[in-house]
T-cell receptor
Framework: NAGVTQTPKFQVLKTGQSMTLQCAQD?????MYWYRQDPGMGLRLIYY???????DKGEVPNGYNVSRLNKREFSLRLESAAPSQTSVYFC???????????FGEGSWLTVV | LAKTTQPISMDSYEGQEVNITCSHN???????ITWYQQFPSQGPRFIIQ???TKVTNEVASLFIPADRKSSTLSLPRVSLSDTAVYYC????????????FGKGTRLSVIA
């Protein structure tokens, strides 16, 4: 079972560059989430998608865009990376009939 | 959104029972209370979930009073490997609400 898979695991960007973090889940879950976690801090919700075709802003959406490509995939895009976006990014998914969120292993992003 | 408040950090000696309390004064009727554990460089993982009263599994117990405005995670006889950050999450996974984590409690277990 792959669960929630994120790519890439590590990335270094220059200020102003763009990139997309990919996330895919194989558990047929309806809901998917993107969180960021700064060093020594808690998780903050960037965007979420309650179902295929819908996306909504979370706590810290500025500087990011998302796409729910299909039920399996939920990508996060940084259009013009800034040093303040240096963080660990976690993708997660959940089933409305289930009782927990499943997290990916994280993507470490450094913007210099 | 149900906001949660937890102590920032706690210390405990090995073998002791640890209780971490979470406040969630504006919990909604359909919200469940779920606790997660996070080790450094890993994503959070599920520990336990409850709606009311008491829930127990092989790793922890969860106590929820009748008014549901708080909950307490109880870890029996902690070991060094229980050193982690613990998050209380309140929300309805069965709906479309966003799931917002609090700041978590950093538990340090000392030998």
């Amino acid at each position: 079972n792959a669960g929630v898979t994120q790519t890439p695991k590590f990335q270094v960007l220059k200020t102003g560059q763009s990139m997309t973090l990919q996330c895919a889940q194989d558990m047929n879950h309806n809901s998917m989430y993107w969180y960021r976690q700064d060093p020594g801090m808690g998780l903050r919700l960037i965007y979420y998608s309650a179902s295929e075709g819908t996306t909504d802003k979370g706590e810290v959406p500025n500087g990011y865009n998302v796409s729910r490509l299909n039920k399996r995939e939920f990508s996060l895009r940084l259009e013009s990376a800034a040093p303040s976006q240096t963080s660990v990014y976690f993708c997660a998914s959940a089933d409305r009939g289930g009782n927990t969120i499943y997290f990916g292993e994280g993507s470490w992003l450094t913007v210099v | 959104l149900a906001k949660t408040t937890q102590p920032i950090s706690m210390d405990s000696y090995e073998g002791q029972e640890v209780n971490i309390t979470c406040s969630h004064n504006n919990i909604a009727t359909n919200d469940y209370i779920t606790w997660y554990q996070q080790f450094p460089s890993q994503g959070p993982r599920f520990i336990i979930q409850g709606y009311k009263t008491k829930v127990t599994n092989e790793v922890a117990s969860l106590f929820i009073p009748a008014d549901r405005k708080s909950s307490t995670l109880s870890l029996p006889r902690v070991s060094l490997s229980d050193t982690a950050v613990y998050y209380c999450l309140v929300g309805d996974l069965r709906g479309n609400t966003p799931l917002v984590f609090g700041k978590g409690t950093r538990l340090s277990v000392i030998a």
